[in-house]
């Protein structure tokens, strides 16, 4: 059984910096495509970033540049290093696992629990 748990959440000012882990246990981790999504109350579940099992990235227009996935496949987990963060930022983070397909739609099979981030002005 596929299992995803994040951490790394908490509460920050705008320009700082956090780093979101996820830890993937249950399956072949390096087969998988692996992304962070988010979603504020009242609002869809959005892409920030994926990476392919053969290392692609590609990330949501309004991270580019600050965001930074990555992967650690020893460790099966994943990491997102998030800079100079906004409080549009402000959100509930989830990592996500899919063997099927690699991009930024909300459509993948496994998901974690969640971590809240939270960016004040």
């Known amino acids: 059984q596929v299992q995803l748990v994040e951490s790394g959440g908490g509460s920050v000012q705008a320009g700082g910096s956090l780093r979101l882990s996820c830890k993937a246990s249950?399956?072949?981790?390096?087969?998988?495509?692996m992304g962070w999504f988010r979603q504020t109350p009242g609002k869809e579940r959005e892409g920030v970033a994926t990476?392919?099992?053969?290392?692609?990235?590609t990330y949501a227009d309004f991270v580019k540049g600050r965001f930074t996935i990555s992967k650690d496949n020893a460790k099966n987990t994943l990491y997102l290093q998030m800079n100079s963060l906004k409080p549009e930022d402000t959100a509930m983070y989830y990592c996500a696992a899919d063997l099927r397909w690699c991009h930024l739609q909300p459509q993948y099979n496994y998901w974690g629990q969640g971590t809240q981030v939270t960016v004040s002005s």
């Open positions: 990476i392919h099992n053969d290392g692609t990235t």
């Open positions: 249950g399956y072949t981790y390096r087969r998988y495509c």
